[in-house]
């Protein structure tokens, strides 16, 4: 009898030692480790504009062939893991509860980034607003769905505390691994009436995974520009903590979704 109960133990401990963490299907297991301990990763994207933290969701290919596309001149990378409010996010309800967090665009207004050049923590984007289109660019609400998409596009304007006043592209693709999120400026982005950024010049792309009670959130800007950037090492830190800004206003809209009863 004594010999089964410890046979049964080392079954357990045999089971615990080979069970495999959930989010293993989308980040290789060095990164995992690390992500775990970490809470989050940052890399500045390579030169030869491959990232490198990107999941690996069916859409990864095609991100990193826009990225190629475009040939950036700085970019960096983001990826964290974020604990939901205890409901199963990978369920239909929960999808759709990702999805419409991602559309609460108003929502962004106010959130803070902390500013290299200026040394302190700022309001990252001063007015933020869904609009209705490129010829009627009042804000309109937030948009909220009963079923997501396979695709869907809409434009928005903000605010921003170092790129102005901008209106941008959004085109949303709901995978069933992920959603993802690209964002374009269709603005020309001035620097003391110095234009630096031509139009979809400056790109943003999200990828949320759902897995189980918990979201992978991956971050990706970049940005090319003629015009000279300064201090390259300065320029990945900003955008690194533009999207960790962006990932923990994410975050926040995570934890407002309404635990499964």
Same mark, same amino acid.
């Given at each position: 009898?004594?010999?089964?109960?410890?046979?049964?133990?080392?079954?357990?401990?045999?089971?615990?030692?080979?069970? *495999?963490?959930?989010?293993? &299907?989308?980040?290789?297991?060095?990164?995992?480790?690390?992500?775990?301990?970490?809470?989050?990763?940052? &890399? &500045?994207?390579?030169?030869?504009?491959?990232?490198?933290?990107?999941? %690996?969701? =069916?859409?990864?290919?095609?991100?990193?062939?826009?990225?190629?596309?475009?040939?950036?001149?700085?970019?960096?990378?983001?990826?964290?893991?974020?604990?939901?409010?205890?409901? %199963?996010?990978?369920?239909? %309800?929960?999808?759709?509860?990702?999805?419409?967090?991602?559309?609460?665009?108003?929502?962004?207004?106010?959130?803070?980034?902390?500013?290299?050049?200026?040394?302190?923590?700022?309001?990252?984007?001063?007015?933020?607003?869904?609009?209705?289109?490129?010829?009627?660019?009042?804000?309109?609400?937030?948009?909220?769905?009963?079923?997501?998409?396979?695709?869907?596009?809409?434009?928005?304007? *903000?605010?921003? =505390?170092? +790129?102005?006043?901008?209106?941008?592209?959004?085109?949303?693709?709901?995978?069933?691994?992920?959603?993802?999120?690209?964002?374009?400026?269709?603005?020309?982005?001035?620097?003391?009436?110095?234009?630096?950024?031509?139009?979809?010049?400056?790109?943003? *792309?999200? !990828?949320?995974?759902? =897995?189980?009670?918990? !979201?992978?959130?991956?971050?990706?800007?970049?940005?090319?520009?003629? +015009?000279?950037?300064?201090?390259?090492?300065?320029?990945?830190?900003?955008?690194?903590?533009?999207? %960790?800004?962006?990932?923990?206003?994410? &975050?926040?809209?995570?934890?407002?979704? =309404?635990?499964?009863?």
């Amino acid at each position: 009898m004594r010999l089964g109960l410890v046979a049964i133990q080392m079954l357990f401990l045999v089971a615990s030692a080979f069970a *495999q963490d959930s989010l293993a &299907a989308f980040v290789d297991g060095t990164a995992l480790d690390r992500l775990r301990a970490e809470g989050t990763l940052r &890399a &500045a994207l390579p030169d030869d504009g491959k990232p490198v933290l990107v999941p %690996a969701v =069916s859409s990864a290919a095609s991100i990193s062939g826009d990225v190629h596309s475009l040939g950036p001149t700085v970019g960096a990378e983001l990826l964290r893991i974020i604990a939901g409010p205890g409901t %199963a996010l990978d369920s239909p %309800a929960g999808r759709l509860a990702l999805y419409n967090a991602l559309h609460a665009v108003s929502t962004m207004k106010g959130i803070t980034y902390w500013s290299v050049t200026r040394g302190k923590e700022m309001v990252l984007f001063l007015q933020s607003s869904v609009i209705g289109s490129l010829s009627r660019p009042d804000p309109v609400p937030d948009p909220l769905f009963d079923d997501i998409p396979a695709e869907h596009d809409l434009f928005t304007f *903000q605010e921003d =505390s170092s +790129f102005g006043k901008n209106t941008y592209a959004e085109h949303f693709s709901a995978r069933p691994d992920a959603i993802v999120v690209k964002t374009e400026n269709l603005s020309t982005i001035s620097f003391l009436f110095v234009p630096i950024i031509q139009p979809r010049g400056l790109v943003s *792309q999200v !990828v949320v995974v759902p =897995s189980g009670k918990e !979201v992978l959130f991956y971050g990706l800007a970049y940005l090319k520009s003629g +015009f000279p950037i300064g201090d390259k090492a300065s320029r990945i830190m900003s955008l690194e903590n533009r999207l %960790a800004a962006l990932a923990s206003w994410f &975050a926040k809209r995570v934890t407002m979704i =309404s635990p499964s009863p």
